[in-house]
């Protein structure tokens, strides 16, 4: 039993072989597609668990593949690329990518990443509230999923983890700190632009007028917090 | 149009009305009989015919010969200016006052006829010119095209403009226009058109929004004032368009040459981090997937693990301060207070010596800096401090209000910086020749510090700390100031 299937998406070979051999001997199935349009012929066929994304791709670049296999797939994306600035990170993970990691890295790095995308949440054991009502939405719990008008909504695993962090919390501040950490892992903590980025996506999906959160609310200087409908 | 007494075509329109009225008179006389009311008639149609053609002068000449001939031949008592019946008195009148108003009204006509051909022409000239002005190719200067335009449009032998602003003559052609340039600059200091009957020369100034910008000379041009004032504001705009099309392909080719360094840059940066990338996994592996190895095989990888960290950080620091020298660099300026600054620039040396900074600050100012361009510039100086000093040392980092500003200060224990050097560390890759050979560096960290710095408003040196070793500081401004 592998540890998860890994898609390595980039057009250089050298790094694909190298990735290829290093991720293969921490037991991880590897495969690799050289260009952004062959990866997404690659999801497809065959289920991924994570897919390391090259930015910067001769053809469609990273981004719109990152943005194309989003639209079909909640296989967790880490994007790699050269530059490192916020304005970067913040642009990969309003594609669609869970975590984003700087060229050149070390495997031990890039080893962390990719147990971070694949943590899940554990779902509470015989929790009472497996389905949370909000206004037009269904959030449940078991099943992963969010029903709005009886019409299922796509969240990434990452969106979801970071949507259950909140609700099991209900009604207190939660730290940027804490969150990264319950959600991507303990060697996060200072990345508070992927919260505000998940979290703007997350109001997108799930609240009414995405301007005016409702149920999830910015904590100035500390971090978000859940307001469950009154009821 | 002056009336010249004797045009020629008022001698062929003289000859054509007593020709008419010498023709009609023998007409009726030798060999058709009418009455006198049919002979008058057709000599007004030949006094109209001159009006129309000769002006007014001529046909009033005519018109009084008409009446004369009319009353000697057709009005009785015959072959005598006499006038029997007074009834004729009043027809011989009538004829003669017709004869005069129609020829006025006629001539009236006539001259509105050539005043609105003649403005015809002009708006069609103005219309070639301005069509020809905004045509010009760039190949050739657009003064000359323009005093070219103007020589063959409005019919003048020769054209010479004169720019002010870059102190050039431009001339239509090779005519002799020897001595004009005197005659231009006359006129620009006057301000107002000069006629230089000698040389048949009229000379303009040229000015656009109140203020002179040249002169314009042409030789034999006929145009009125009007024409002139419109053709002279046509040369203006072609001036003034020629100096900003110029400014806009400097900054075009600039923005071009900027455009291009960063695209090289990032090509650079790209070409050289993707074999850096491969090194780096693959060194990185050998370490853990094969912990078993132990001694100099995980000594070998640690270093080349670590030369590519050298590597990259070189290639990154290059690009920065490329973008930082091009100004590709903008600041993103947001609150943030000097200790949370300092701490988050000390987080990231987690596991890198973040243990041995010590911060204490003594402000609660907030300072409105670019945070990621800020922090890259203390990590800079804190690498600094952590290579230059006792690997267990401690290392101060302060902030201090000062009036108008606060200063950041990172104090080492370490040897400190020699006077002589101060200056220079902060200079492009500038390494002292004592530790070059001991402590990696790539000579640019400083530097790119104190660029950021100075974006801000602010600046960096060093000076001595107050136990021993080397003290940096950081002035940065409360207010966002620009770049020195």
Request: glycine share 6%; aromatic share 6%; proline share 5%.
């Amino acid at each position: 039993m592998s540890n998860g299937r890994i898609l390595v998406v980039d057009d250089e070979p050298q790094i694909r072989r190298v990735l290829r051999t290093t991720l293969a001997a921490q037991g991880y199935e590897v495969f690799d597609a050289r260009t952004g349009e062959d990866a997404l012929l690659a999801i497809r066929d065959q289920r991924f668990d994570v897919v390391l994304l090259d930015m910067n791709m001769p053809g469609m670049g990273g981004l719109a593949a990152c943005r194309e296999i989003r639209a079909g797939a909640d296989v967790a994306i880490i994007m790699l690329t050269v530059k490192n600035t916020e304005h970067d990170k913040v642009t990969a993970l309003d594609a669609g990518a869970d975590d984003y990691i700087t060229k050149p890295f070390g495997v031990p790095e890039l080893s962390a990443r990719i147990r971070a995308a694949l943590r899940r949440l554990p779902v509470p054991q015989g929790s009472d509230a497996e389905v949370i009502r909000l206004d037009g939405e269904e959030v449940d719990l078991r099943a992963r999923r969010v029903h709005r008008a009886g019409k299922e909504t796509r969240l990434t695993p990452k969106e979801f983890d970071l949507l259950h962090y909140l609700i099991a919390n209900p009604r207190t501040p939660i730290p940027h700190t804490k969150l990264l950490q319950a959600v991507w892992g303990p060697d996060y903590g200072d990345q508070v632009e992927y919260l505000r980025v998940f979290v703007n996506q997350l109001r997108k999906k799930i609240e009414p007028d995405p301007a005016h959160p409702r149920y999830l609310l910015t904590e100035p200087w500390v971090g978000y917090r859940f307001e469950p409908p009154a009821s | 149009m002056s009336d010249l007494p004797w045009k020629p075509s008022y001698l062929r329109g003289a000859l054509f009305g007593v020709g008419g009225v010498a023709g009609v008179t023998a007409l009726f006389t030798q060999v058709l009989a009418v009455n006198a009311s049919t002979v008058g008639f057709l000599l007004l149609t030949v006094v109209l015919a001159t009006a129309t053609t000769a002006g007014f002068r001529v046909s009033a000449l005519v018109s009084v010969a008409a009446m004369l001939c009319f009353n000697f031949f057709f009005l009785p008592p015959v072959g005598r200016f006499t006038i029997a019946d007074p009834e004729n008195w009043v027809a011989l009148f009538t004829f003669l006052l017709t004869a005069l108003v129609a020829s006025h009204l006629s001539d009236r006509a006539r001259k509105q006829t050539i005043e609105a051909k003649r403005r015809q022409l002009e708006t069609e000239q103005l219309y070639a010119l301005s069509r020809a002005i905004l045509l010009t190719e760039s190949s050739r200067p657009i003064g000359t095209q323009a005093a070219q335009n103007i020589a063959q449009i409005f019919s003048s032998r020769a054209v010479i403009i004169l720019d002010s602003k870059s102190g050039q003559y431009f001339q239509s052609g090779e005519q002799a226009t020897t001595g004009w340039e005197s005659r231009l600059d006359e006129v620009v200091r006057l301000g107002n058109h000069q006629r230089y009957t000698a040389e048949d020369l009229d000379v303009w100034p040229i000015s656009l929004g109140g203020k002179p910008i040249g002169a314009l000379g042409a030789m034999g041009i006929a145009v009125s004032d009007g024409a002139v004032q419109s053709m002279l504001n046509l040369v203006a705009i072609a001036l003034e368009r020629v100096r900003t099309e110029e400014a806009a392909n400097r900054a075009e080719a600039a923005r071009q040459s900027e455009e291009f360094k960063s695209t090289l840059l990032d090509a650079i940066a790209h070409e050289f981090k993707t074999p850096l990338t491969s090194i780096k996994a693959a060194a990185t592996g050998l370490r853990t997937l094969d912990p078993a190895r132990t001694g100099d095989h995980q000594e070998l990888a640690a270093i080349i693990e670590e030369e590519t960290d050298r590597l990259s950080q070189l290639v990154t620091e290059a690009v920065k301060m490329a973008e930082i020298d091009a100004g590709k660099v903008r600041l993103q300026r947001e609150p943030v207070s000097a200790e949370m600054l300092l701490m988050g620039t000390v987080d990231t040396f987690e596991g890198r010596g973040a243990e041995r900074f010590r911060v204490s600050t003594t402000t609660e100012a907030n300072l409105l800096v670019d945070r990621e361009l800020m922090t890259l510039a203390l990590r800079q100086v804190l690498d600094n401090a952590l290579k230059y000093s006792e690997p267990d040392s401690v290392i101060a980092c302060k902030a201090v209000e000062t009036g108008e500003e606060v200063q950041l200060r990172v104090e080492d224990e370490g040897p400190g910086v020699p006077e002589r050097d101060r200056q220079r560390i902060f200079e492009k890759f500038f390494r002292r020749a004592s530790t070059r050979d001991q402590v990696p560096g790539t000579g640019l960290g400083l530097h790119i510090a104190r660029e950021i710095t100075r974006m801000h408003g602010g600046d960096l040196w060093v000076e001595s700390a107050t136990s021993q070793g080397a003290a940096f500081c950081f002035r940065v401004p409360l207010r966002a100031r620009g770049p020195k």
